[in-house]
T-cell receptor, first 114, second 114 residues
Framework: AQSVTQPDIHITVSEGASLELRCNYS??????LFWYVQSPGQGLQLLLK??????LVQGIKGFEAEFKRSQSSFNLRKPSVHWSDAAEYFC????????????FGDGTTLTVKP | DVKVTQSSRYLVKRTGEKVFLECVQD?????MFWYRQDPGLGLRLIYF???????EKGDIPEGYSVSREKKERFSLILESASTNQTSMYLC?????????????FGPGTRLTVT
């Protein structure tokens, strides 16, 4: 069974600063990996996904994530944070078998200081 | 755009009541999911369905049941609501194949059981 850990419960960054949110997973092979964002009062929205191939993936809203097999990580990055990026971010992992369930991390809440 | 709608944004029910949460998606997706979201616990899968009239238990099915009579609609039923079922409930849908894990979420129903 897969598992995912988001080590940071809460992160605060200044507007315009760079951002990195951490995600570590546990799975016997290379899984499918996802980042979702949840704005206050809303459902989750898919930011980006990794299935295979290029380990640096681009997503919506200027986000990117890098898959590092050696570190079992899939960290989310953004070079310059905007106030509208304040939200909760979830990393998710799924088996690469087109069957089974996704497992979500506990989430990281991002606060953006003006 | 995929749209997933949930019948209520906020719901208040009394202990022991039977509660129905409805979810409808408009993109002809095969797969539908019910999660509950609690602070610090991330998203936990209650039930999911790969097809009409098919259902599978997720990680926390106790106290819940589901119904999928039509492809676009997936209902979550609390047979006898209890206070520990106070939570945010999120519905999601996804297509088949690799995209199974690219889930589209509704806005959520915040259920309070008193």
């Amino acid at each position: 069974a897969q598992s995912v850990t988001q080590p940071d419960i809460h992160i605060t960054v200044s507007e315009g600063a760079s951002l990195e949110l951490r995600c570590n997973y546990s799975y016997g092979a290379t899984p499918y990996l996802f980042w979702y964002v949840q704005s206050p009062g809303q459902g989750l929205q898919l930011l980006l996904k990794y299935f295979s191939g290029d380990t640096l993936v681009q997503g919506i809203k200027g986000f990117e994530a890098e898959f590092k097999r050696s570190q079992s990580s899939f960290n989310l990055r953004k070079p310059s944070v905007h106030w509208s990026d304040a939200a909760e971010y979830f990393c998710a992992v799924a088996p690469n078998t087109n069957a089974g369930k996704s497992t979500f991390g506990d989430g990281t809440t991002l606060t953006v200081k003006p | 755009d995929v749209k997933v709608t949930q019948s209520s944004r906020y719901l208040v029910k009394r202990t022991g009541e039977k509660v129905f949460l409805e979810c409808v998606q408009d993109m002809d997706h095969e797969n539908m999911f019910w999660y509950r979201q609690d602070p610090g616990l991330g998203l936990r899968l209650i039930y999911f369905s790969y097809d009409v009239k098919m259902k599978e238990k997720g990680d926390i099915p106790e106290g819940y049941s589901v119904s999928r009579e039509k492809k676009e609609r997936f209902s979550l039923i609390l047979e006898s609501a209890s206070t520990n079922q106070t939570s945010m409930y999120l519905c999601a849908s996804s297509p088949s194949g690799t995209a199974l894990y690219e889930q589209y979420f509704g806005p959520g129903t915040r259920l309070t059981v008193t």
